[in-house]
Nanobody
């Protein structure tokens, strides 16, 4: 099983940018499709973005499309999400997730078997 550790969260103002990183260890990173999810207080965990193992295909939630960019560096066993034009409604704990499934569509949380501990992103207005 792969172990995932997120970093890069913090407190920013609306309109600012932030890049989250997720470092993987334990198994061959390039064997996994990767995703980012988030969970705001009192809400269910929701999909943010995903990327296939070779980086060739990406998926985004409608709420972040055009503002967030997911990428990966298989040599560094790391997946990133660049978050631009942040809004207060982006405030949440952000989780990195890994799956051995080959994603052929926008995924849900049930598609992923490994999760990080999460990193808090707070966007003030």
């Amino acid at each position: 099983q792969v172990q995932l550790v997120e970093s890069g969260g913090g407190l920013v103002q609306a309109g600012d940018s932030l890049r989250l990183s997720c470092a993987a260890s334990g198994r061959t990173f390039s064997s996994y499709d990767m995703g980012w999810f988030r969970q705001a207080p009192g809400k269910e965990r929701e999909f943010v973005a995903a990327i296939t193992r070779n980086g060739g295909t990406t998926y985004y939630a409608d709420s972040v499309k055009g503002r967030f960019i997911i990428s990966r560096d298989n040599a560094k066993s790391t997946v990133y999400v660049q978050m631009n034009s942040l809004k207060p409604e982006d405030t949440a704990v952000y989780y990195c997730a890994a799956t051995l499934l080959r994603l052929l569509r926008k995924p849900g949380s049930a598609d992923f078997g490994s999760w990080g501990q999460g990193t808090q992103v707070t966007v003030s207005s």
